[in-house]
């Protein structure tokens, strides 16, 4: 189970958004993602500080 939800859940949940976004928005938002989160290990690495501003911390752990 991932965030409570069961096999069944999930699959209905992509079909779903594959269906508003179709296949390739899919891939593109999941490629953004992607990078969003690889700039955040970035900035974590070079900006350690930004974990200490409380505003920010949540992001930034």
């Not at 991932?2 to 508003?20: D, Q, R, S, Y």
């Not at 490629?31 to 974590?44: E, F, P, W």
């Amino acid at each position: 189970m991932i965030f409570g939800l069961g096999l069944g859940e999930i699959a209905l949940l992509v079909a779903v958004v594959v269906i508003l976004f179709g296949v390739r928005g899919v891939s593109k938002g999941s490629r953004d993602l992607g990078r969003a989160y690889g700039l955040s290990r970035k900035l974590k690495q070079r900006l350690p500080w930004l974990g200490k501003i409380p505003l920010l911390s949540r992001f930034f752990r």
